[in-house]
């Protein structure tokens, strides 16, 4: 990730109902969920603000309803937002012509839903290259970025088999590889993993992370369970009733929630996996043998801290930052049942 902003989003809204422009125009634009509810309006997305920064994985989730899924389509126009501003690389996405919003998602964006959308008629290497023949593209060099992206989610061998010859985790492979096809600066993804069994969205995830870190795709990505959030995200915006509740590390998130309704996500998170020592230390440094990396997962140095008589040292760069100890270590992991 970089400091670099892809998308710029800023007070955006969707209301679903009669004439939603002229009632936010009434009301200043920034109605109360009270007024909206009694207007007969539906708030899917209320006063959103955010940026996804280059080379991310901003994952936006929150139970069904929450806005996740409207807050996705109206990044990609899918929805015109009711109101707001929205950016990309800089440009006023909202002044995009429709002839301007094609080529965009032709050559900008990439999208992968829960329901793959295969074309049943067509074999694997056929559905890859179907958004490079809309293109215009001649069939060999079709075919032949085709066969790349099929080497790259692990496909070869199947390139004559139909969707309904696949499992739903080679289905979803392809769902990906077709995406990626014409290589977008920007991936949205909406539950892709949401319908496939827990062994193969698993593994789906492993192979989600091996595809980023060789391809360092900028990615925005739905999510309705927080496990797969943390996996996944550098940053994890958290939505209820339309609204952004909290947007931060899984650590953040994990230690600081914002509200109760963050917790309650965040209670059974696994704090070995996403909590460092830097975020549990104690400033006062001590000296010591073979300091601790304050970059460490908890999980990584916790028999050592706990097992240790004294604070260990805890270093960054060479330089003695803090140190650590049990109680801290205790609170890490378990949090206030500590």
């Given at each position: ?24 125009r ?21 006063d ?11 994952m936006?989730?929150?139970l ?41 998602r032709?050559h ?6 829960q ?11 056929s ?73 193969i ?5 492993d ?7 060789k ?11 927080f ?7 550098d ?44 975020a ?12 601790i ?6 999980g990584a ?7 240790a ?21 205790l ?8």
């Amino acid at each position: 990730m970089t400091s670099e902003v892809k998308i710029k989003c800023r007070n955006l809204w969707k209301l679903f109902g009669s004439a939603p422009e002229s009632f936010m125009r009434e009301h200043d634009n920034n109605p109360s969920p009270e007024t909206i509810e009694k207007a007969g309006y539906i708030g899917a997305v209320q006063d959103v603000s955010f940026d996804v920064h280059a080379g991310e994985i901003l994952m936006i989730m929150g139970l069904s309803g929450s806005g996740k899924s409207t807050l996705i389509r109206c990044i990609t126009r899918l929805n015109d937002p009711t109101f707001g501003s929205m950016e990309y690389d800089g440009d006023d996405l909202l002044k995009a012509t429709p002839e301007e919003l094609i080529e965009i998602r032709r050559h900008k964006m990439g999208m992968v839903f829960q329901n793959f959308g295969l074309l049943p008629n067509r074999d694997v290497l056929s559905n890859i290259a179907f958004p490079l023949e809309v293109r215009g593209m001649p069939k060999a060099e079709r075919e032949a970025k085709a066969r790349e992206m099929i080497e790259l989610v692990s496909l070869t061998g199947r390139e004559a088999y139909f969707p309904r010859e696949l499992s739903g985790g080679q289905q979803q492979r392809v769902g990906i590889a077709r995406s990626l096809a014409v290589e977008p600066d920007v991936w949205f993804l909406d539950e892709p993993f949401s319908a496939l069994d827990p062994l193969i969205r698993a593994e789906m995830q492993d192979e989600f992370l091996r595809l980023q870190k060789k391809l360092k795709k900028t990615i925005v990505f739905i999510t309705h369970d927080f496990e797969e959030a943390v996996k996944l995200g550098d940053r994890i915006g958290i939505m209820k009733d339309g609204r952004m509740v909290q947007m931060d590390t899984p650590e953040q998130i994990v230690l600081h929630p914002a509200t109760d309704y963050v917790a309650e996500f965040a209670r059974n998170a696994p704090h070995e996996r996403i909590v460092t020592v830097r975020a549990i230390m104690s400033d006062t440094t001590v000296t010591g043998d073979n300091p601790i990396d304050a970059h460490a997962l908890i999980g990584a140095v916790a028999k050592r801290v706990l097992t240790a008589e004294a604070p260990i040292p805890v270093e960054h760069d060479g330089q003695i930052i803090g140190s650590i100890d049990r109680t801290a270590m205790l609170n890490g992991l378990f949090g206030d049942d500590a």
